[in-house]
């Protein structure tokens, strides 16, 4: 059965301070707009920690890569390839740490929503940045350690499948299916 409040929201009329009415503009809790960009700020921090660390762990191993013996018996493609990931884990790592920078920058400048706002925007950059960096990643992985070069592109179209399904397509099937306007 489809319910009309997520599990943390107050049941009905419970709770309401004077003058809120917890509306569309409150998204449906009872909560100021300040109150509501704290909140949005303090789960996407959460959200950014686990995507950082990610990132940061494959970065720091795709600079180390250059240094080994194994780098000059690379193929041409092979190294253009290792190039392009590691130019694509640099954007995704700046993208992805972008949102402190903001907040430390815009902290106290009473701008929390639209700081918010923005870091949002960044995230979801790096995330679609560290997406790319993956299949990048394992592309080159997979070719170095294949002989069999033809299936690599399959294998790693179906990971990327796998990662647009998980990262995209189940949260935006699960907006569609049970927001509502009315939430925030």
Not at 5 to 20: C, I, K, L
Not at 46 to 68: D, H, K, N, S
Not at 104 to 124: C, D, M, N, Y
Request: charged share 20%.
């Amino acid at each position: 059965m489809k319910s009309d409040r997520s599990d943390d929201e107050p049941p009905p009329g419970a709770g309401r301070r004077p003058g809120t009415n917890g509306s569309a503009a409150g998204g449906g809790r009872d909560e100021t707009e300040d109150e509501r960009a704290d909140r949005k700020w303090s789960e996407l921090m959460q959200e950014v920690r686990v995507a950082q660390t990610g990132v940061q762990i494959l970065f720091g191993f795709l600079l180390t890569v250059v240094f080994t013996p194994r780098y000059q018996q690379l193929e041409q493609l092979d190294r253009t390839i290792y190039v392009v990931t590691v130019m694509l884990g640099a954007a995704s790592t700046g993208a992805l740490v972008g949102p402190v920078s903001l907040h430390r920058l815009l902290s106290g400048h009473r701008i929390k929503p639209e700081t918010v706002l923005w870091a949002s925007r960044l995230t979801l950059v790096g995330l679609t940045l560290l997406l790319a960096t993956m299949a990048s990643a394992l592309l080159l992985v997979l070719r170095v350690a294949s002989h069999h070069h033809a299936f690599v592109p399959w294998l790693v179209t179906g990971v990327v499948t796998w990662y647009l399904a998980c990262w995209f397509a189940l949260p935006l099937w699960t907006r569609h299916r049970y927001a509502s306007p009315e939430r925030g």
